[in-house]
């Protein structure tokens, strides 16, 4: 599977590479910013990697940054402060503070590592699982993708946050989330997406639970789960059909694309 290393391996390659180049992190924000502390942007004398919002404050950090590379001010640190509106005429209106420094081993073990928005248990490496993988494989998030079948997982490595498991039964995974994690059910087997969603569902303390499929699936497993003695409570937390109402298509990138949008959705809280 494909996917763009993070930032922080970039880092670690552009180190190895010995080729000069600035961090320009973002210390300190105010008000409405395009992105917050803690971002990172690299640039070198012919590369940019990362993101600290784009338009016109990016152009102008690149710009800033090459200068200092071309006249060989690559040892000091040096901030600069930034009114959006007045400073570059951005609507966004806050205010933030830039460093730029050297890229170097000790700045880079500096960085703080970022913060899941949410921990999800996966079940199922069809196309729509595939699908979501993707769509997470650059987003913060820890991921445990779990399908009986060792073959439907893509070959290729997996980015660091995103685990694949092949095991059987799969429902005994379900204990292993920690309390408040989210799950997604979409397997290959309804039978198996009724044991599962009931294993989670008899747990209790998901923070989202969400299964494949239509109305009419919905309401045979909440008959079901009923008629097994499943707690009324959790039974009303489940969410079937999956996915960000409004968007609409059955493509797997597009089911992808809504049910990733309801989990930050959900992840953001009320």
Do not use: N
């Amino acid at each position: 599977m494909s996917v763009p290393p993070p930032l922080a391996d970039i880092a670690r390659h552009w180190l190895a590479r010995g080729e000069p180049a600035l961090d320009v992190e973002i210390v300190a924000h105010r008000g409405s910013v395009p992105r917050e502390t803690g971002t990172h942007l690299l640039v070198s004398a012919t590369e940019v990697a990362g993101t600290i919002g784009g338009g016109h404050l990016e152009l102008r950090a690149i710009a800033d940054a090459r200068a200092r590379l071309q006249a060989g001010a690559t040892a000091a640190t040096t901030d600069q402060h930034i009114a959006l509106g007045p400073s570059l005429g951005q609507c966004c209106g806050g205010a933030l503070t830039l460093r730029f420094q050297p890229l170097s081993a000790a700045g880079l073990a500096r960085w703080a590592a970022p913060v899941p928005r949410f921990v999800l248990q996966l079940h199922g490496a069809g196309h729509v699982g595939r699908a979501i993988v993707r769509q997470l494989a650059a987003l913060p998030c820890r991921v445990q993708w779990i399908d009986e079948r060792e073959a439907e997982f893509p070959a290729g490595p997996l980015p660091p946050h995103i685990e694949a498991s092949c095991v059987e039964p799969a429902e005994a995974e379900v204990a292993c989330a920690p309390p408040g994690a989210f799950y997604l059910v979409l397997t290959h087997s309804h039978e198996l997406d009724l044991r599962l969603t009931e294993t989670i569902l008899r747990r209790g303390d998901f923070g989202f639970c969400g299964l494949i499929g239509s109305q009419t699936k919905r309401a045979r497993f909440l008959r079901r789960l009923e008629a097994r003695g499943v707690p009324a409570a959790s039974i009303a937390r489940l969410t079937c059909p999956i996915g960000l109402p409004g968007i609409p298509g059955k493509e797997p990138e597009v089911l992808a694309l809504a049910a990733v949008a309801q989990l930050f959705t959900a992840a953001h809280g009320p």
